[in-house]
Structures are given as structure tokens and as C-alpha cells.
């Protein structure tokens, strides 16, 4: 297969592992800055460019696209689409996740377990969205953050009611969160590939910390999932329409409920915890799927 790979950065570790994979299973790989491909839309002949020239045509397109440049990636995996490439996740799929609001009324209409989310707008409706989520302590969160920025731990009801009111003053977009204290500052991590969990880690905050991102200083070890863990990611997964996703989920005294789900999941984390190649499973999964025009819009909404 001829394979492109949408990375801005040849040198990541996720994209470097994905070259290799692709390399060993005897296919043709090119990595191309998502920035530096412009297109042309029409209906005789639409076509991208990249660096004065016409791209040629790709079997699959694995779009590792990061989230300050979801619009124009998206844009581009799509002309990708349109031209008959097969993509590993679907410009939808993607868009689609990036906004955790949307994530969570998806997840919720499919009844995943998620924790209890509020969403106002009006500085006079915080007291009561405080009360839907059962009180305080609370999460806030910005609907577009990443890597932990933005995620706020409210202990107290003066301390939500201001956060909230500073972030609806700048006009941010935030959601309000039950505090999953159970979790104890760690989270699982469940990367899936098709229909499976293929990998699987815990992720630890650092002491005073309830954020385990490792962007924040968490730790990521080891972790043995219960089936309802398994079942979870995977219908998570499907209801994005993702094929591969790297879902987050916190151990609630519930049950497990999904916090996130990623649609460029990292490898390094992953496959150094695990001990897995899932890079070749990934490209093991596009040999599987991978067909001309096989794009239909996977998910809802
Ligand atoms: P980001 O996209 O920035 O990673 P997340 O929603 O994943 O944002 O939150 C970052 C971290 O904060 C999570 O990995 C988790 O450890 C912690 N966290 C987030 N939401 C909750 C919650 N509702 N209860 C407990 N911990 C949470
Ligand atoms: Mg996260």
C-alpha cells in the first residue's frame, strides 16, 4: 500500500514508530505536513498539493492531526476522502471529538457511563449547574483544552462559583464536572484498534495533583482491565466513529466512566508501558480495511 502519514512533525515518536511499522510490512510511506498541503476543490478534478506538486494517490491516510490545527487537518483528511484515500479515522470522526461537549451528549444518548456534566451559560444559572453536579468538590473544564490545561479542581462552592464566573467573563467555553474522588488521581488509558482494547495503562498524578496527565507529571504503569473496562472503550470508540482511539476512562464507585476520547492518541506511553507494537497493529489494521472510497460517515452527529 502507498500510505500517507499527516503528521506536523516527522520526528514525534508516534509518527517515526508508525513510519517504521509500515516500512517492515513492506508498504510505501510518506509523511506529509498537514500545513504545507493546499488543494484544490472542484468537482472534474480535485487534487492536493504539497510543496509546488500534485500529490500522487494514496491507499490510506493516517491523520495525526493535533488540536490547534483540527480545522484546517480536517479539512485537508477530507480532501483526502473525496479523492478516495481510505483514513485511518474519519475527518468527522475527528471534529467530532475534539469538542468534549459534544463527546459526552454522544456517549450519554448510547448510555456509556460518563461522569455527571453540566453546561451554562449564565453567570445566574451557576448555582443550580453547581447542584446538578451534586455540589462541591467539582471539575471545571475548557471544552477545547488538552494536556490537563485547563482542567480545574473546585473544592469548595465560593471557589467554583468564581471560577466559573471568570471563565463565562472571558466568554470561555467550559463544562462543569462531577469530581470523581474514587479515581484517586489516576485515570486508564485504553488504546483501541478496530473492535479490541490492544493496549491499556494507568496513569498516576503526581502528590497534590488530581490531574495524570503525563504532560502534568503523571506516571503511567501497567494495568489489568475488567471486562466492563474492555467493553466500555470499545462501544466509546465506536460511538465517535473512531477506528482508533485512545479512550480515557476514571474507576468510578459506579463503574467505569469515560472521560475523554482521543482521536491521536500518543505511542510512546503506550508501547513503552505495555511492551506492545501498537504501531503495527495499527497499520495491520489498515491492511485489513483499507479499500478505495470505503469512507462511509461512521457515528452519529
Ligand atoms: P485534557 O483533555 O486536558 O487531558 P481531561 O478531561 O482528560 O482533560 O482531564 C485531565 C485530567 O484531570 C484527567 O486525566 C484526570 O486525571 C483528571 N480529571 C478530569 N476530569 C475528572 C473528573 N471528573 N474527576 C476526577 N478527575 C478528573
Ligand atoms: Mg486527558
Redesign the pocket.
Known amino acids: 500500500m502507498k500510505i500517507a502519514i499527516l503528521s506536523r512533525n516527522p520526528d514525534l515518536y508516534s509518527t517515526r514508530r508508525l513510519k517504521e511499522a509500515a516500512l517492515e510490512r513492506g508498504h510505501e510511506v510518506r509523511t506529509l505536513d498537514v500545513l504545507r498541503c493546499y488543494m484544490n476543490i472542484n468537482v472534474q478534478n480535485p487534487s492536493i498539493h504539497t510543496l509546488g506538486k500534485e500529490l500522487p494517490h494514496f491507499d490510506a491516510v493516517i491523520p495525526r492531526i493535533g488540536a490547534s490545527v483540527t480545522f484546517y487537518g480536517a479539512a485537508v483528511l477530507r480532501q483526502f476522502e473525496m479523492l478516495g484515500t481510505y483514513p485511518l479515522n474519519e475527518s468527522v470522526a475527528i471534529t467530532r471529538s475534539r469538542d ?1 461537549l459534544r463527546s459526552m451528549q454522544l456517549l450519554s444518548r448510547r448510555g456509556i457511563g460518563l ?1 455527571v456534566t453540566g453546561y451554562a451559560s449564565k453567570p445566574s444559572d451557576i448555582p443550580d449547574l453547581i447542584d446538578m453536579v451534586g455540589g462541591t468538590p ?2 471545571i ?1 475548557l471544552l477545547e ?7 480545574v ?1 473546585a473544592e469548595t462552592r465560593k471557589a467554583a462559583e468564581s471560577v466559573i464566573e471568570a471563565f463565562m467573563g472571558v466568554k470561555a467555553n467550559i463544562m462543569v ?5 474514587e ?1 484517586g ?3 486508564i488509558r485504553c488504546f483501541v484498534v478496530g473492535k479490541k482494547v490492544v493496549a491499556a495503562m494507568k ?1 498516576q ?1 503526581p502528590a497534590g495533583e ?4 503525563l504532560h ?1 507529571g ?1 506516571t503511567a504503569t501497567l494495568v489489568k482491565l475488567h471486562p466492563s473496562e474492555r467493553t466500555t472503550a470499545v462501544r466509546a470508540a465506536k460511538t465517535m466513529g473512531l477506528n482508533v482511539a485512545g479512550v ?1 476512562i ?1 474507576r468510578s464507585a459506579r463503574g467505569p ?1 469515560v ?2 476520547v ?1 482521536s491521536s492518541p500518543g505511542l510512546e506511553g503506550i508501547e513503552e508501558v505495555s511492551g506492545k507494537d501498537v504501531a503495527g497493529q495499527i497499520i495491520e489494521y489498515l491492511e485489513e480495511n483499507a479499500r478505495p472510497r470505503r469512507t462511509g460517515t461512521k457515528g452519529k452527529g
Open positions: 468534549k461522569p467539582l471539575v473544564k483544552g488538552t494536556q490537563g490545561i485547563g482542567v479542581l464536572q462531577e469530581y470523581i474522588k479515581a488521581g489516576s485515570d496513569r498524578a488530581f490531574r495524570s496527565n502534568r503523571g480515557d476514571l466512566v472521560m475523554e482521543n
